[in-house]
């Protein structure tokens, strides 16, 4: 059973602040790695790729990964209000998405 | 990335009737995938929906209850058959980017309450 680990959370992090989100994934072999940022009551929204080791940045989002270790992780720096959110974790495993359960943000102003 | 539009944006149904929740999507995919959210919960794949060929469903859903059709490369549809007050959940419509490094994008949802 390939599996995505998520601390569901909520975690909370002042305004400003850098906000650490983590993911570990089962499946050895997987090469392609999202998150995902879903308000609520919306649908998800890509906001982050990755596919090879190390960091990628994108604005104020870092994604960084470990494939040695099976992890995954997303950093957003000066943290917003806005920011609060869940985000999802997905790891692809041929042409299907492994999603985590999530990790719900709650930035504090 | 895409631009995906689902219909209807909600509804609220009666138990044992069924809905059609389309899918439109402004270019051409190979792979399109329906998926439900519970409130609170990850997302649960129930088919993926290739044009040409039949739909693939993930255990636990199967075609009666779901039935999906996907006519070209734009456009699919799922149905939600004999509708339980269990049914009531958001579906969401979501295609695969061959061009974008296989990257997967989501439709606005369709919010389902079934009394």
């Known amino acids: 059973q390939k599996e995505v680990e998520q601390n569901s959370g909520p975690l909370s992090v002042p305004e400003g602040a850098i906000a650490s989100l983590n993911c570990t994934y089962s499946?050895?072999?997987?090469?392609?790695f999202f998150w995902y940022r879903q308000y609520s009551g919306k649908s998800p929204e890509l906001i982050m790729s990755?596919?090879s080791n190390g960091d990628k940045e994108d604005g104020r989002f870092t994604a960084q990964l470990n494939k040695a270790s099976q992890y995954v992780s997303l950093l957003i720096r000066d943290s917003q209000p806005s920011d609060s959110a869940t985000y999802l974790c997905?790891?692809?495993?041929?042409?299907?998405?492994?999603w985590g359960a999530g990790t719900k943000l709650i930035i504090k102003p | 990335s895409a631009v995906i539009s689902q219909k209807p944006s909600r509804d609220i149904c009666q138990r044992g009737t069924s809905l059609t929740i389309q899918c439109q999507v402004d270019?051409?995919?190979?792979?399109m995938f329906w998926y439900r959210q519970q409130p609170g919960q990850s997302l649960t794949l129930i088919a993926t929906?290739?044009?040409?060929?039949?739909?693939?469903?993930e255990s636990g859903f199967v075609i009666d209850k779901f039935p999906i059709s996907r006519p070209n490369l734009t456009f699919s549809t799922l149905t939600v058959s004999n509708m339980s007050p269990e049914d009531s959940s958001i579906y969401l419509c979501?295609?695969?980017?061959?061009?974008?490094?296989?990257?997967?994008?989501f439709g606005p949802g369709t919010r389902l309450t079934v009394t």
């Open positions: 929906a290739n044009q040409g060929s039949e739909a693939t469903y």
């Open positions: 270019s051409q995919v190979t792979m």
């Open positions: 979501s295609v695969l980017l061959r061009d974008r490094s296989y990257e997967q994008y």
């Open positions: 997905a790891v692809r495993s041929n042409y299907q998405l492994i």
């Open positions: 499946d050895r072999g997987s090469q392609s």
């Open positions: 990755i596919y």
